[in-house]
């Protein structure tokens, strides 16, 4: 993801060492056993930090590359999936992972739990991505992207997250 998809999609000219060097820096930083990462907190406003970062360089990767973005999909299964609502009480979101409950923490929150709660995973991916509301633009508009969405989605949902990724 970061060596073959996000680096060549930054929209600056950057060395392409610098570039190597970053992507190494991140992957060597989440792989440290000693940091202690706050995964909840990284994903409190989940929506707005997807819009903010990672749009406009799916935007970028289909302005260079005439290929789907694979791991990029495969990110945005991702936040599907944890977006999705499986429990509302007082006034609180939570989805639900491995059996644990996790609150999610986002202004969008109540909009991904009525779209989840009446539709399938593959209309639900549809639905989101269509939103210009949420991302700017129509997602569903990039060749081939939303069908690797549903994939991974749908793969996530029936041999779980890991063993996807793993593949």
Same mark, same amino acid.
């Given at each position: 993801?970061?060596?073959?998809?996000?680096?060549?999609? #930054?929209?600056?000219?950057?060395? @392409?060492?610098?570039?190597?060097?970053?992507?190494?820096?991140?992957?060597?930083?989440?792989?440290?056993?000693? #940091?202690?990462? +706050? $995964?909840?907190?990284?994903?409190? +406003? *989940?929506?707005?930090?997807?819009?903010?970062?990672?749009?406009?360089?799916?935007?970028?990767?289909?302005?260079?590359? &005439? !290929?789907?973005?694979?791991?990029?999909?495969?990110?945005?299964?991702?936040?599907?999936?944890?977006?999705?609502?499986?429990?509302? @009480?007082?006034?609180?979101?939570?989805?639900?992972? /491995?059996?644990?409950? *996790?609150?999610?923490? &986002?202004?969008?929150? =109540?909009?991904?739990?009525?779209? $989840?709660?009446?539709?399938? !995973?593959?209309?639900?991916? @549809?639905?989101?991505?269509?939103?210009?509301?949420? $991302?700017?633009?129509?997602?569903?508009?990039?060749?081939?992207?939303?069908?690797?969405?549903?994939? +991974?989605? /749908? =793969?996530? +949902?029936?041999?779980?997250?890991?063993?996807? #990724?793993?593949?």
């Amino acid at each position: 993801l970061m060596h073959n998809e996000i680096a060549k999609a #930054i929209p600056y000219e950057i060395d @392409e060492n610098a570039k190597k060097d970053f992507a190494n820096s991140v992957f060597e930083r989440f792989c440290n056993p000693f #940091i202690v990462h +706050q $995964w909840q907190s990284i994903t409190v +406003q *989940y929506t707005s930090k997807m819009k903010m970062r990672n749009i406009p360089l799916l935007q970028r990767h289909y302005e260079v590359n &005439d !290929s789907v973005p694979v791991h990029m999909a495969t990110g945005f299964a991702g936040f599907l999936l944890y977006m999705k609502v499986v429990k509302n @009480e007082n006034g609180k979101y939570y989805g639900n992972r /491995n059996g644990q409950f *996790y609150e999610i923490k &986002d202004d969008s929150v =109540e909009y991904f739990s009525d779209v $989840w709660s009446n539709n399938s !995973s593959n209309k639900v991916a @549809e639905i989101v991505m269509q939103n210009e509301e949420l $991302w700017g633009t129509d997602l569903t508009k990039l060749t081939g992207f939303l069908q690797m969405v549903q994939e +991974q989605l /749908n =793969e996530f +949902q029936l041999h779980g997250v890991l063993n996807t #990724i793993s593949k």
